[in-house]
């Protein structure tokens, strides 16, 4: 507790965007949040000072379309330090390692405050890993020493991709803080996801020395061919396989599982309460998805510093040879261990993560059944008893926990082997946050419309 004490006090130091004193009109505050996302994407256009980009190593894919990654560009790291920061926090925080009690306001403000200056730091460090990795130059064969770049120019780029985290960070707090709607570091991975959908789609980028089209469309006009399967490249099967998996994750985020209850304080009145099917939501893929990607980012830094040789570089070429999605159908049959190995890795990953975040997330049948007995609701027959709501609860939580986890990255998996555009934890993502996103703006409308209501939640 006393760490997270130090790291809210530096926070201090660390500028940040003020609440408004009075909220704006929904239009305004869709406004700023488009805005905020345009300004995220021009970012990932603009050159590092000091970086030739046709030098620069490219972002792999995963982690370009989730974390936001660019190597050259302001977006280098992406929004990877922001995220990180908060998984490592929360993690310790659910896992009881920090006691702390986030419905708190004084510990919540300890706990954001912390983030901020834990973001700062991953930024700080990942930045100097690439620099002095000599990541974005030509590197001397025996080593990783960048040829003639001087220590102010690493020092330069160091200071530049800091400045962009900060400036993340700032757009993340003006959508949270009331300026905006939703959370932006979420729109941005729906940024990226539908940028890499229409780039699939659409993108006119030859990208073979065959004359082969990245866009799908394009491909199409140009040699009349519906490319039905294409190795490596967007196909006719990924298309439908998009269209198909974003309409199956719509019916399962509508699906509802209800628990019976009744409430003493209204005579008794019988009613019941809603459980998502998809009860872990999106995060489990979430995590899978960064851990991959991480593993990417991890091997590129070993390699650049200590040779493509080392131990540690080959441990996380292995880790991640293991786990990374196949491109499409045709690889995903003609390397079938391969591909089985992936599908078990992000099955076994994906329930670990579900289980994980349930319990740090206050989802867990203990915290659901402290929350009934707090709100005045019993189950039918059963006292108010927490030990005894959370055996009955346990039934439902703990199936779903694994059946939704099983569920959402066996979904990601199909989409990855059938060559879906923008992988299938994109879609996953995409679709979660899309839906959590129109329900906010429902019900900011809703507020929005009936002014009563906002004095009775007490805004």
Do not use: C
Request: charged content about 15%.
């Amino acid at each position: 507790m006393a760490i997270m004490e130090a790291l809210a006090e530096v926070s201090k130091y660390i500028p940040s965007v003020e609440k408004p004193a009075r909220r704006p009109p929904l239009p305004t505050r869709l406004t700023w949040t488009g805005l905020v996302v345009l300004l995220y994407l021009i970012m990932g256009e603009i050159p590092l000072y000091g970086v030739n980009l046709g030098g620069a190593q490219q972002s792999q894919a995963l982690a370009q379309m989730l974390l936001g990654m660019n190597i050259g560009s302001l977006m280098t790291l992406g929004i990877g330090p922001i995220v990180t920061a908060g998984i490592v926090l929360e993690v310790l925080v659910g896992g009881g390692l920090i006691e702390m009690d986030l419905t708190k306001p004084r510990d919540r403000k300890i706990f954001m405050g912390a983030q901020r200056t834990l973001s700062i730091i991953f930024a700080a460090l990942e930045a100097a890993a690439y620099a002095i990795g000599g990541v974005f130059w030509q590197t001397t064969l025996g080593g990783a020493a960048p040829i003639g770049v001087p220590g102010w120019v690493k020092a330069l780029i160091v200071v530049q991709l800091v400045f962009a985290t900060l400036i993340l960070m700032w757009f993340d707090e003006l959508v949270r803080n009331g300026w905006g709607i939703g959370s932006a570091l979420s729109l941005f991975i729906v940024a990226g996801v539908v940028k890499g959908m229409v780039w699939r789609l659409a993108g006119p980028v030859i990208v073979t020395e065959a004359g082969d089209y990245y866009g799908w469309i394009p491909q199409i006009v140009l040699n009349r061919d519906l490319a039905i399967l294409r190795r490596g490249l967007p196909d006719f099967i990924g298309l439908v396989a998009t269209i198909v998996l974003i309409m199956t994750l719509l019916y399962f985020q509508l699906m509802r599982v209800y628990i019976p209850v009744t409430s003493p304080r209204y005579g008794s009145i019988k009613t019941r309460i809603p459980l998502n099917f998809i009860y872990v939501t999106n995060i489990p893929i979430l995590f899978v998805a960064i851990l991959v990607s991480d593993l990417q980012i991890f091997y590129t830094l070993a390699a650049s510093i200590a040779g493509q040789e080392n131990i540690v570089a080959k441990l996380f070429a292995y880790a991640h040879e293991i786990t990374r999605p196949p491109q499409g159908l045709l690889e995903a049959v003609s390397e079938p261990l391969r591909t089985l190995g992936f599908a078990i890795s992000w099955l076994v990953l994906g329930l670990i993560f579900g289980f994980i975040w349930v319990e740090i997330a206050g989802l867990s049948p203990r915290h659901q059944a402290e929350n009934l007995v707090k709100s005045g609701l019993e189950l039918p027959g059963i006292r108010k008893n927490v030990k005894m709501l959370e055996r009955i609860l346990a039934r439902y939580i703990y199936p779903l926990t694994i059946i939704s986890s099983l569920l959402v990255t066996g979904i990601a998996i199909i989409a990855d082997i059938f060559g879906a555009y923008s992988y299938g934890s994109g879609l996953v993502l995409l679709v979660g946050i899309i839906y959590n996103f129109y329900e906010q703006l429902a019900y900011e409308r809703t507020l929005e419309m009936y002014p009563m209501l906002q004095r009775i939640i007490g805004r």
